[in-house]
């Protein structure tokens, strides 16, 4: 296991995305709160709990994907902070089709006793289709 340790809101981005590139499904769910929910489709509802969170993040991992961000603005208030993301992923679906997807995140992290920040909501299609 690799470090899943973010030290800034933005830093989980970061961490996770490499995650999902090196196919590491269990560092990315630490990435995660247990509390956390995730929106895995554009216009699909949030899904909640580990094993849901799990399955969406193995689905993304097996396009082995490589996915750039730029963080455009992050606000914390205290334990919580959002941070909105451009980000896009390029990757090959296991039958070797080429994957692009691009959007603008409007995620929600939370600071953990440990100083540390994870996940609250994810949301990568936060301000609707690109």
């Known amino acids: 296991m690799q470090t899943t340790a973010a030290t800034t809101p933005d830093e989980v981005i970061q961490l996770l995305a490499a ?3 090196d196919g590491r499904v269990d560092d990315a769910l630490a990435l995660y709160e247990a509390d956390a929910v995730f929106v895995p489709q554009l216009d699909a509802p949030p899904i909640g709990g580990r094993d849901a969170i799990r399955a969406a993040l193995a689905d993304f991992t097996a396009l082995r994907p490589t996915m750039t961000a730029d963080v455009r603005k992050v606000v914390s208030a205290g334990e919580i902070a959002t941070v909105l993301n451009t980000w896009h992923l390029r990757g090959t679906t296991p039958a070797g089709e080429p994957v692009a997807m691009t959007g603008t995140s409007a995620d929600v992290m939370r600071r953990r006793p440990d100083g ?6 994810d949301d990568p299609w936060g301000v609707g289709a690109p």
């Open 19 to 21: 995650a999902l590139h």
């Open 116 to 121: 540390t920040w994870g996940i609250l909501i």
